[in-house]
């Protein structure tokens, strides 16, 4: 497991378009689908890696919350499936009915999507304002697997909180840090690592 951090993509940058399926439904979901929300939340997860195990049962409930009041949410698994079969699409609809998340999880094969958003960790969040601009990008809060720190989603809350109340996040974003996107052998982007 390598320890990554977020690129911390720069706010304001508008919301890269994304196609992709949705292995639970076998319909493809893009980025248009979402337009008039007053925010969008694009989640980059996967199955296996700690950090996620770690947030995962707390972040469906949250995001379930939040999507009660109008964000929209949208998870994507860009890992490499060949060196990591348990993020494979049979094994992310299993994900969906273990953690109840109710967005679309989608799978990201050609890993251009992760690439577009800068995408480096798992878990990695994206937040974008009505405008499709990013208003936050950073971590869920401070707790991590061995820290003993409990998980509130206290950064990722305040963010959308901030949105959907017509204000902008706090400038001050900590990056989230996870497991790096298994990239496909020789496709590294060249700002990763």
Request: include cysteine.
């Amino acid at each position: 497991m390598a320890l990554v951090p977020s690129t911390m993509l720069a706010l304001g940058t508008p919301a890269p378009e994304f196609s992709l399926p949705e292995p639970v439904t076998g319909e493809t979901v893009s980025l248009s689908d979402f337009e008039g929300a007053p925010a969008l939340l694009v989640i980059f997860l996967s199955n296996h890696c700690p950090f996620v195990k770690h947030l995962a049962d707390d972040l469906a409930r949250v995001v379930a919350d939040y999507q009660r009041r109008g964000v929209a949410v949208v998870g994507i698994n860009a890992n490499d499936i060949t060196t990591h079969p348990d993020d494979s699409p049979a094994k992310m609809k299993e994900e969906v009915a273990r953690r109840g998340y109710t967005f679309p999880y989608l799978f990201d094969e050609s890993q251009e999507v992760a690439k577009a958003y800068r995408a480096a960790c798992t878990p990695d969040f994206f937040l974008f304002g009505p405008e499709g601009r990013l208003a936050y990008r950073g971590q869920y809060d401070a707790s991590r697997p061995s820290l003993g720190v409990p998980v509130t989603g206290a950064d990722l809350r305040a963010a959308m909180d901030a949105v959907l109340a017509g204000e902008a996040p706090s400038a001050e974003q900590m990056p989230s840090v996870g497991c790096n996107v298994k990239w496909k052998a020789g496709s590294e982007p060249e700002w990763f690592g």
